[in-house]
Structure formats: C-alpha cells, structure tokens
C-alpha cells in the first residue's frame, strides 16, 4: 500500500526533474529541446495540479469539512504557477532567455515551498484521514488522466 505522502513526493520529484532538463536546455539556447522538455515539463504539472483538484482536494475536504483551510492556499498556489507557466511559455516561444531563466527561477522557488508544505503538512493529514483508503484514492488518477 503506497502512502498518499510517498506517491506524491514521488511526482514531485519527477516534476522536478522535467523543470531542470528544461531550464538547462533553455540556458545553453537549445529552444528545440527547450520546448520539447518544457512542453513535456507543462503536461507532468497539469496533471499533477489535476490529481490534486479533482481528486484528493475533494476529498480531503469532504471528509474533514476543511474547504478554506490549506486546500484552498494550495489551489490559490496553483494558480500562481500555472500564470507563470503561461509567462514561460510566452518566453520559450519568443526564445527570450532572460526572460525564461528568470520566471524559471521564481517558478522554481515556488514549487520548492509548494512542496515542502505539501509533503510535510498536507499529504501527512491526508495520510492521517484515509489511512488505507489511500489506495483507492490513488487509483482515481486514472480518472483524470495521465501525464
């Protein structure tokens, strides 16, 4: 049985990994690449956000009655990225560097606090109120999709 902290601290990292392919292609100016893996890097993030809104969010709050508590501040950070993704995007399609490199740097500072809070707060309390129900949530990203 996987835990909801260990499945998801495992996307992260795949995420992650997918960013800085990106960013590191976009730095040397191979935009080919650089679109490719950020493209690829956009879609990981979409369903990553998508597992979360449509799956675990509800239902955490459905069973605890928390809906402005720290599903709502993880929604409104989606948000927050998902505009500088779109910034990015802009930025890889105009093969502007700078501009790339420096929404990539604050994208990824976000990310980096999204996810301590996340996997240190948030998935443990979700861990706590489904205990082995975990698996059955888990098995709802299907549902939505996959990256």
């Given at each position: 049985?996987?835990?909801i902290e260990?499945f998801?601290a495992q996307?992260?990292?795949a995420?992650d990994?997918r960013?800085?392919?990106?960013?590191?292609a976009a730095?040397g100016?191979?935009?080919?690449?650089?679109?490719?893996?950020?493209k690829a890097?956009?879609?990981?993030?979409?369903?990553h956000f998508?597992?979360?809104e449509?799956?675990?969010?509800p239902a955490?709050?459905?069973r605890?009655?928390?809906d402005g508590?720290p599903?709502?501040m993880m929604r409104?950070?989606?948000?927050q990225m998902?505009?500088?993704?779109?910034?990015?995007?802009a930025?890889?399609?105009?093969?502007?560097a700078?501009?790339?490199?420096g929404q990539?740097?604050t994208l990824?500072?976000?990310?980096q606090?999204?996810?301590?809070?996340?996997?240190q707060?948030?998935?443990?309390?979700?861990?706590?109120?489904?205990?082995?129900?975990a698996d059955?949530?888990?098995?709802?990203?299907?549902?939505?999709g996959?990256a």
């Open positions: 049985m996987a835990s260990e998801m996307h992260h990292k995420c990994a960013f800085a392919e990106a960013e590191a730095g100016g191979d935009w080919t690449v650089a679109g490719r893996l950020f890097f956009e879609k990981e993030m979409a369903h998508e597992m979360e449509a799956v675990l969010f955490f709050e459905e605890t009655g928390m508590g599903t709502y409104e950070e989606h948000e998902r505009q500088i993704l779109a910034a990015m995007t930025a890889a399609e105009a093969q502007d700078d501009e790339y490199l990539a740097e990824n500072i976000l990310m606090q999204h996810n301590l809070k996340e996997e707060v948030l998935y443990r309390m979700m861990d706590q109120q489904f205990g082995g129900e059955m949530l888990l098995a709802r990203f299907d549902e939505v996959a």
